[in-house]
């Protein structure tokens, strides 16, 4: 009775493992996932906990199941099995934003494929079907939940849209052991993930400082309304170019102007910045947080009366207008968006190929000045305003 109680466990034993072997090579458990909790799989597979130990056992042995200290069991594709028929990730996934036709997003987008191309991934790339905030974030949401259950996916490089409520959906994409890397901003939700941007601060700096050099000491900033980490360190690089020349900060020398749809709101932008260049402690300089908004502050000081740079200097940031006809002369931070692209497909490939322990890093790069013909030395006399 004894010997087929015995008989009876260990052929549960080898279900359970055989069971669990089909899923990590068909993928369905994704190798360096953890493996589900003894308990769930106990429910699932209607066995004891003792089964689901004995077939954990069995699987390490064979190198099914890679343990760690204070860890659920990895699951784990040892070489022999990783032969022409077995489900191997063959995707990178990569969301972008706004959307694939802005020259950054492409930019970044080609820095990616030069790096992802050689090594035989293809690339799923998705972005927003309309730059209507809400649709964004439900479009990002739908993409990171089709990660999580797709074998295909190796891992992904995500620019992420400022919604602080994907802390699960990253979560769920560590927990499958899809490594993650973002690029140009860090995500507003907590998450240990690698991060590849531009040196936002100290390109900031860089600005404000080529306007303190010239002369100017009145220097306002203009940014959009929005949360993201590469607008808050560019203002923190305003700030601290103003502190170390010991020119004090002026809270209304911040303007922000509303964002909506993703864009500037055009029709209330341009009150905003005519009150700023307005007065007579007017500022004589204006560091714009993108090209974007250094191209409305340059049409709002034409309509008031103002020339640039000889009544009001102005610098952008991210050097993407030079692209269009009247884009070319606007002194601004050249960011370099397909360096970005290409080192954090680099990063992904080092997290994916070697599967080391996970130390998360941020890898910022530095964005050069590019001085054109729209800064100058500051007026010595006051210029009427129309």
Known sequence: MQT???????????????????RIESGQIRAGSRIPSERILAEELGVSRASIQGALKELEAIGFVERKENCRPLAKLPRSASGPGSARPTQIAVWVHPSLQELGAATMLQGIRSKIGSHGFQLLVGCAPSLDLEVVHQSEGQFLRSLVHNPAIAGAILWDTGNPGFGSSYAALAEAGIPVVFIDREPLAAVDADVVATNNRRAAR?????????????????????????????????????????????????????????????????????ELVSGSEAPTAIFAVNDQIA???????????????????????DWLMRWLPAGGDLTTIAQPFEEIGRVAAERLLERIET?????????????????????GAPRTVAVPVA
């Open 206 to 274: 860089t600005a404000v400082r080529h306007l303190i050099a010239l002369g100017h000491e009145r220097i306002a900033m203009v940014v959009n309304d929005d949360p993201a980490s590469s607008v808050v360190e560019r203002i923190e690089g305003y700030c601290a170019a103003l502190q170390e020349a010991e020119i004090p900060f002026r809270a209304q020398y911040l303007v922000r102007l509303p964002v909506a749809a993703g864009q500037v709101v055009m029709p209330e932008y341009e009150p905003l910045i005519r």
């Open 295 to 317: 191209f409305y502050v340059r049409e709002a000081a034409r309509r008031v009366g103002l020339r640039i740079p000889e009544d009001l200097s102005l610098v952008g940031f």
């Open 355 to 375: 599967r080391s322990p996970f130390i998360p890093r941020e890898i910022l790069l530095d964005a050069p000045l590019v001085v054109r013909s729209t800064t």
């Open 4 to 22: 087929e109680l015995y008989e009876r466990r260990l052929s549960t034993r080898d279900a359970v493992a055989n069971e669990l072997r089909a």
